[in-house]
Structures are given as C-alpha cells and as structure tokens.
C-alpha cells in the first residue's frame, strides 16, 4: 500500500505533537495545521494524502472544514478526532463521508489503524464503489428490532433516545446494539456506522435533510 501523507490539524500544539509523534515512529510523512482555515489555505496544492483532524476547533470547524473540501471536489480521506461524547458530531462527520473517528484519548494501534484504512481507501478507491451491495447483504440477517436500533445509531441518538423512541429500555437497545455487531462482525461503533452508511442505511433522512 502507498505510504501517503498524514495531513493533522487540530488547534491543540500538544496534540500536533503526540499525534504527529506517533504518526511519524511509525513511518508516516505529517504535515500540521494549526486550524481549519490553515489547512483550505493550501488543501488545493496538497498531493494527495489522508487529513486527521480534530471536530471541535476555532473558526471552521472538522464539520466546516470536510464540507469545504467536498464542495471543491477534493477526495482525501477524513479521519475526525472527537472528544468524549461527541459521538453525534462524529455520526455527522461520517454522513459527510469521513472514513472513521476516533475518541481522545486514544492509544497508538487505533490511531494508526484509522490511517491505514484512510490510506487504503485512496490506494483502491475502486473497491469503495462497489461495496453498497456487500454491505446491504450484510445487513440481510438482521431483525426488525435490530435494525430499528441500527438506524437511530445511524441518527447519532444514545441508548436512552433509542429506547425511549422503540417503546424499550436503554438495557434492551444494549443488547440489540450488541448483537448487530457481532452479526455484523465488527468491533467499534464506527465499524458499524461505516457499514450502515456504506449499505444507504438512513439515506431518506440525509435527503430530507439536505432538501
């Protein structure tokens, strides 16, 4: 797999440089941004690479800035890096087309893990366009509960909205949740959103949202 550039923008200089440590003892090229609006400056003359950044910053945010990048036309993977309980904003993110999120504080092996599935993304791109019917087929053995509980995942709702939402308690959806991914198997929340929206699970309601 091509070794493509590492592109870490977070407003945090602390974060520039643990991150861009870890990145680079294990062999990426980085290159740091201090915002969002220092990454759009120069985005367009970037060779192509993966973009990690942070959701919560100054000035334009991961959201602001992933929406900007897509209007241009540019295709660099996202990986967003989100606080604890900003799941909403990372299901947001992933809608928009952001290949995974990771929750800070995170260690080495998930960190590198989201830049090599970013990275395999652009090194085969033609495998991504033809995945929504293999992810639909994953989803074939799924009861109706456990899709239910699957699309207000999708909607970045917590166990309790869920729940509350299906008649259910937030114990219930647990166990649902539970068992969509190992029918899926897969092991991080965001495994199981890139699945859901790779399969156009919730489609309806983005379109509602951008009409």
């Known amino acids: 797999m091509t070794d ?3 592109y870490l923008v977070d407003d945090d200089p602390s974060i520039r440089r643990s991150v861009g440590f870890m990145l680079r003892t294990s062999g990426h090229t980085v290159r740091t941004f201090e915002s969002g609006a220092e990454l759009l400056s120069t985005v367009d003359n970037l060779d192509p690479g993966c973009i ?13 800035v992933q929406d ?6 540019i295709t660099f993977p996202v990986v967003v890096m989100t606080g604890h309980g900003e799941v909403e904003l990372a299901v947001r993110a ?9 929750e800070k504080p995170f260690d080495k092996p ?4 989201a830049i090599e599935e970013a990275s395999q993304r652009l090194n085969d791109a033609d495998r991504w366009r ?3 019917n293999e992810a639909q087929a994953r989803l074939q053995p799924l009861t109706t509960r456990e899709r239910e509980v699957l699309e207000g995942l999708v909607k970045g709702w917590p166990n309790k909205t869920i729940g509350y939402d299906l008649g259910i308690s937030a114990r219930t959806v647990e166990i ?3 068992n969509l991914m190992s029918k899926l198997d897969v092991h991080s929340l965001s495994d199981l959103l890139r699945v ?6 919730g489609e309806a309601d983005r379109q509602q949202d951008e009409d």
């Open 4 to 6: 493509y550039p590492v």
């Open 52 to 64: 990690l950044m942070d959701i919560r910053m100054p000035g334009p945010d991961g959201l602001d």
């Open 68 to 73: 900007e990048i897509g209007e241009r036309g």
């Open 94 to 102: 992933m809608k928009a087309g952001a290949v995974d999120f990771i």
């Open 110 to 113: 998930q960190l590198i893990s």
């Open 130 to 132: 033809t995945t929504k």
């Open 176 to 178: 649902h949740r539970a």
């Open 196 to 201: 859901a929206f790779m399969a156009g699970v």
